[in-house]
């Protein structure tokens, strides 16, 4: 699939003016200038997109969870699991980050981030040390840092779909133009598509930008897999920026071995939000042996946030000095829940399909047809439905390029069992 496919664009508007700056003005501004109408040549002076950050179109699942995140009782559509307490995580904390905590002071931070925070990420990746480590304000930070030092105006570059939105319009943004891969489906199964992506790598690609374990579908790579595709990426000079987020989540099967494991030049993202449940904190991280890489990525730094805020550092480093139990933790939590959802499903095939992924804290469910037509074959109304009748949210499958009738479960909160009473309750 080419740039122009990609289901995560909207369909180009008839008036040519697009819905924003970014959106399906981005391919008409690369292709002619003068394609846009005449008040939004007014709008925006004319710059080239992919050149800058303010041509990105608006990233549709936070704008969805900017509505509907934080009044709403029931969460069933998120990714970053059930979250701890300030107080829970200081409770893990050893003496000597304890009292680091209570003399904490409020200035600045070092930019490449905290030492004691970079060694418990490289703690993480086996042959990997702090040197190798950037800290960022969230693996969103840390995908931005890595594609803007890797990235050239003109790069092709290979992705997954569905995805994560940042996954193709950061890459975009920078000037690269994607081969989208899609992760195969089957009877609301989700398989990660090996052999499609190791035929997308080809002599000419620059980049091949990784989400396994992927959202949302939670599909997975084995590490065979994972191996044969950073042994073939080598091969063909093509870097790898592997989004991990999710590494360590996977369910009755192995984890695979991190890409910055298997070559010097990949780049690995990683997040406390996702495994260890604390998207609050904003730690998220780039490894990589490509010293000159993270020099750059470093020096980006300095334009976007500088540093990490140190309570977020000092209290990542707790979280990660304790990483096995806070990941247990988060793991069995998922067990339950699709335990609980696999019956839910069972009981109710009136409202939606769903199957237990590979991997991560989410995956795609369908609608169920009946349902579906009972509200005018409109999903946004059954979803709207859930939101104002049980408080239940759901994130929609377009937000990620997949289908209407779609939808992402997050089956990692606490509240789970309620969230499934109040939607069996409202139908
Ligand atoms: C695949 C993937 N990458 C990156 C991120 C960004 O993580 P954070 O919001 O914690 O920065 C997310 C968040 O949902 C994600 O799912």
Redesign the pocket.
Same mark, same amino acid.
């Given at each position: 699939m080419k740039i122009d496919d990609d289901p995560l664009r909207p369909a180009p508007d008839a008036s040519g003016a697009g819905p924003t700056a970014g959106g399906p003005g981005v391919s008409a501004a690369r292709s002619s200038a003068g394609a846009a109408s005449p008040d939004s040549v007014a709008a925006a002076p004319p710059v080239v997109p992919s050149a800058r950050l303010g041509g990105v179109p608006e990233f549709a699942?936070e704008r969805f969870f900017d509505r509907f995140e934080f009044d709403l009782p029931h969460q069933l559509g998120s990714?970053?699991p059930e979250t701890l307490s300030v107080t829970e995580l200081l409770a893990l904390a050893d003496a000597e980050l304890l009292e680091q905590w209570q003399r904490l002071r409020l200035g600045y931070r070092t930019a490449a981030g905290d030492p004691a925070l970079r060694a418990a990420i490289a703690a993480l990746y086996p042959g990997r040390t702090a040197d190798d480590v950037l800290v960022a +304000?969230?693996? %969103?930070?840390?995908?931005l840092l890595a594609c803007a030092a890797t990235i050239v105006p003109g790069d092709r570059a290979v992705a997954l779909t569905p %995805?994560?939105q940042?996954?193709h319009e950061l890459p975009r943004a920078m000037g690269a133009t994607l081969d989208l891969v899609a992760v195969e489906e089957r009877d609301d199964a989700w398989r990660f598509p090996f052999e499609r992506l190791m035929g997308a790598l080809r002599p000419g690609v620059a980049l091949l930008v990784l /989400?396994t374990p992927? /959202?949302?579908t939670g599909a997975a790579a084995s590490p065979d897999e994972l191996r044969a595709i950073v042994s073939r990426c080598e091969e063909l000079g093509i870097r790898v920026i592997g989004?991990e987020?999710?590494r360590g989540l996977e369910w009755g099967r192995a984890t695979a071995p991190s890409v910055t494991e298997l070559a010097d030049r990949a780049v690995a993202?990683g +997040?406390?939000?996702?495994v260890y449940g604390l %998207?609050g904190l904003?730690i998220?991280w780039i490894v990589t042996g490509d010293h000159e890489l993270r020099a750059r990525a470093r020096a980006i730094k300095d334009y976007t946030t500088l540093c990490a805020a140190g309570p977020s550092e000092v209290l990542a480093t707790v979280a990660l000095r304790a990483e096995r139990l806070l990941r247990e933790r988060t793991r069995t939590r998922c067990e339950a829940n699709m335990v609980r959802l696999e019956a839910f499903v069972a009981q109710h095939p009136e409202l939606f399909a769903w199957r237990r992924p590979a991997a991560t804290t989410?995956s795609v469910a369908r609608l169920a047809a009946p349902l579906l037509a009972r509200h005018g074959g409109d999903p946004e109304a059954v979803l709207a439905h859930w939101r104002d009748r049980a408080g239940v949210v759901v994130a929609p499958g377009p937000a990620f390029g997949c289908t209407p009738d779609q939808f992402r479960v997050g089956f990692g909160r606490a509240d789970l069992p309620e969230a499934l009473e109040a939607l069996a309750a409202v139908g």
């Open positions: 699942l990714s970053d +304000v969230g693996a %969103a930070e840390a995908l %995805a994560y940042s996954l /989400n992927h /959202n949302p989004d987020v999710y993202v +997040v406390t939000s996702k %998207a904003r998220g989410v």
